[in-house]
């Protein structure tokens, strides 16, 4: 059964940095690319970042350089470092493993995700 | 990186059939058959409802279908049942090798 676990979250002063951890179970991370999602509260949801089973990353304009998507293979987990946290960067992360049929450009698992709260 | 545009609340009553629509550009719906669409619950994570514009998942109902012309994609769910209550959110795959959201659409079942 796959399952992803996210943890890591919670509250951060602005400028500060966390690591968020998405175990993974079922599936290979690796063999995989996979992708942050984000929920800011009340809001909807916006891709953060992605790690292509090659190793490639990409991000959206509103993380890049702050933000750094990295996996472990031995310990088939997804990370999110993110770094100059700001107020805008509180939402809800959420892991999610792409898709496993077709051109696999989809999320067909998520993690419950993990709060993060930017706030002094 | 601009967001895909829905609309923000669709409503029908039971039995009846809604669309919800997502209008991107050349560089992500109109680029690519890589269109999806998830179902999220309050304080639920989201649910994959249709892939690659029109594929349905095992286990979702085929009362949810999905279609796209030129830059717009849209998702029809058929005789509305009262659990489908729910935000429904469209991605595409982009030409950046990115994925994007729209900002999705908050369907009331009445």
Known sequence: EVQLVETGGGLIQPG???????????????????????QAPGK????????YSGGSTYYA??????????RDNSKNTLYLQMNSLRAED?????????GF???GHYFDYWGQGTLVTVSS | QSALTQPAS??????QSITISCTGTSSDVGGYNYVSWYQQHPGKAPKLMIY?????????????????????????????????????????????????????TKLTVL
Do not use: H
């Not at chain 1, 509180?90 to 792409?98: G, H, K, L, M, S």
């Not at chain 2, 669709?10 to 039995?15: A, K, L, R, T």
């Open chain 1, 101 to 103: 049929y077709g051109s």
């Open chain 1, 16 to 38: 500060g940095s966390l690591r968020l951890s998405c175990a993974a179970s079922g599936f290979t991370v690796s063999s995989n690319y996979m992708s942050w999602v984000r």
């Open chain 2, 52 to 104: 690659d514009v029109s594929n349905r998942p095992s286990g979702v109902s085929n009362r949810f279908s999905g279609s796209k012309s030129g830059n717009t994609a849209s998702l029809t769910i058929s005789g509305l049942q009262a659990e489908d209550e729910a935000d429904y959110y469209c991605s595409s795959y982009t030409s950046s090798s990115t994925q994007v959201f729209g900002g999705g």
């Open chain 2, 10 to 15: 669709v409503s029908g009553s039971p039995g």
């Open chain 1, 61 to 70: 304009d509103s993380v890049k350089g702050r933000f750094t998507i990295s």
């Open chain 1, 90 to 98: 509180t939402a809800v992360y959420y892991c999610a493993r792409r």
């Open chain 1, 44 to 51: 909807g949801l916006e891709w953060v970042s992605v790690i």
